[in-house]
């Protein structure tokens, strides 16, 4: 599906863009079998746990149920916690990375130095 907006981008049906904030605090839920010991866990507040999970929920559908034993996850919320934890990872491993490399153009590039000589002194 491409994006109607115009944009050229397939958003595979999603309303908006996967917030990985809420993907945390979903698998943050799931982890720990209930939203109170979540929070406790993440320390942060129930609610707001509460509303990052019912905001992935708006985009994917139903990813947990209530049971006797806690919370678990639907057929759906499964999926979404396995691809969903890798993605996370993704997205940590991609931010290091960024900020490696920043460090690195940061020390080799002098204050002051022209766009032209700073092209060459990056390699």
């Known amino acids: ?4 907006r115009g ?3 397939a958003h595979f049906g999603l309303k908006s863009g996967m917030d ?3 993907l945390k605090a979903f698998l943050l839920v799931l982890e720990h079998g209930s939203f109170q010991a979540a929070a406790e866990a993440g320390n942060q507040p129930r609610s707001s746990l509460r509303r990052r999970v019912e905001s992935l929920e708006a985009q994917l559908g139903p990813l947990l149920i209530r049971q ?3 919370i678990v996850a639907t057929p759906t919320g499964r999926l979404v916690a396995a691809q969903g934890q890798l ?3 993704e997205a940590a491993a991609l931010t290091a990375a960024v900020r490696r490399m920043d460090t690195e153009i940061n ?3 002098p204050v002051g130095m022209p766009p032209h000589l700073m092209v060459l002194a990056m390699g």
């Open 87 to 89: 993605l996370v990872q």
């Open 68 to 70: 006797n034993t806690g």
């Open 1 to 4: 599906m491409v994006c109607r």
């Open 20 to 22: 990985t904030d809420d």
């Open 7 to 9: 944009c050229g981008a």
């Open 107 to 109: 020390v080799r590039a």
